[in-house]
Structures are given as C-alpha cells and as structure tokens.
C-alpha cells in the first residue's frame, strides 16, 4: 500500500503529465484513504501549480496546461461526487476573474481560476483584455464577493486600478474585496491602489481568497 506522501506525489505528477486517465487512476486511489480536500490541495492542486511553475520557465506549452487544468477538472468531478452535499469545499464564495483591459496575457489567470474553482470557490473567468466596466457589470450579475485583477504588463498595471476607482464610484469597494496579481505586480502596488491583497502564484491566490472570504 503506498504511503499517503506517494499518493500525493502521484496524484502531483499526474497532473504534471497532462494525462488525464492517470490523474483519474490517481485520484481513485488515493480517495480510498485521503479526504477530498487534501487530494485537491495538496495533490491536484501542488500538480497544477508546478504546471504554472514550468511554464513560466518555458518547459511546458499552453496546450500542455490547457491538457493538465482539465485533467485536474477531471479528477475534482470524481471527488465531487464522494463529498457529502454542502461540505466545506462547495462554494466558499463568489470570484470573479479577468486580465485587465490592452492586456492579452491569459494563461497566468487562467491557472488562478482554475485553482480557485478547485478549492471550491465559483469562478467567473471573463478572459482578457476586458474593460474595466465589465469587471464591476459581472459582478453585479453574479453577486460576486471578489474580483481578480490580472496584468502581465507594466503599461497595463493601470488597469487594475481603474477597477478599483470605478468600484468606489459605484458604491461597492465596501463589498467586493479586490485581489492584484500578475509579474509586474507588487505588494507596494496593491497597497498603493488599495486591492485588499496581492497574490504572486496561483497557490497564494487561493490561500488570500481563503483569508478574505472564509471569514465572512
């Protein structure tokens, strides 16, 4: 019987495979023994974030994380089904997500919302290139607790910005938390425009949205 670290390597690996019977045979293993919140954390979604991690150092290509992100989909829905009906993992909030208006840089935020779909928060991803009003209109329509703001580019970072001020405006800054991201993103920038959080991976960013919402 494999240890509880080498289902979670396995499961990792998997992921980092792209292939989605492995993760499938992962996963089936390893619910025999792990709660499906661990497998999904400290399995899937470690996979998945070495996935963004090889990425970034150009070892793997965007059809490999689109291969790997619904292989990891794949193996959340076998989980879903063990969890009993409004458990911990079932919506711990409303997100959400889009790069900011002139930049096309996708697959950073497409790997952070795929990881907080995981961790059990619903999801909007609206894309990229978005303008700032369809950020504050999609929230509206989904009731959302929090927007994600990406931006790959210094010339962009603006953008992020503009979501914030025009929140204000509307009368909603007090109830939607705003979290930054993105490799020209700072802490200091996040303070500095007044997001509620900076996150600089995928993992952060579940790990904020957790802090904020989790609370509520």
């Known amino acids: 019987m494999a240890s509880k670290e080498e289902l979670l390597q396995e499961l990792s690996e998997s992921i980092v495979s792209c292939k989605k019977d492995r993760v499938i045979d992962a996963v089936n293993k390893a619910k025999e023994v792990m709660e499906p919140s661990e497998i999904i954390e400290k399995g899937l979604a470690?996979?998945?974030?070495?996935?963004?991690?090889?990425?970034?150092?150009?070892?793997?290509?965007?059809?490999?994380?689109?291969?790997?992100?619904?292989?990891?989909?794949?193996?959340?829905?076998?989980?879903?089904?063990?969890?009993?009906?409004?458990?911990?993992?079932?919506?711990?909030?409303?997100?959400?997500?889009?790069?900011?208006?002139?930049?096309?840089?996708?697959?950073?935020?497409?790997?952070?919302?795929?990881?907080?779909?995981?961790?059990?928060?619903?999801?909007?991803?609206?894309?990229?290139?978005?303008?700032?009003?369809?950020?504050?209109?999609?929230?509206?329509?989904?009731?959302?607790?929090?927007?994600?703001?990406s931006a790959l580019m210094t010339t962009t970072l603006q953008g992020q910005k503009d979501v914030i001020e025009l929140l204000k405006e509307e009368g909603l800054r007090d109830k939607i938390k705003v979290m930054v991201g993105g490799a020209p993103a700072t802490q200091a920038w996040a303070d500095k425009i007044g997001a509620d959080c900076y996150a600089e991976n995928a993992s952060e960013a579940v790990a904020k949205a957790k802090e904020l919402l989790v609370r509520k």
């Open 46 to 149: 470690a996979g998945m974030n070495e996935v963004g991690i090889l990425f970034e150092r150009g070892k793997l290509f965007l059809p490999h994380v689109m291969m790997a992100a619904d292989a990891m989909t794949a193996g959340v829905k076998i989980l879903e089904a063990e969890m009993p009906a409004g458990t911990q993992t079932k919506k711990l909030g409303v997100i959400v997500n889009g790069t900011v208006e002139g930049d096309v840089h996708d697959i950073g935020k497409s790997i952070v919302s795929t990881m907080l779909q995981s961790a059990g928060f619903e999801v909007y991803d609206i894309g990229r290139d978005v303008p700032t009003r369809n950020f504050i209109e999609k929230a509206k329509e989904v009731n959302a607790d929090m927007i994600g703001l």
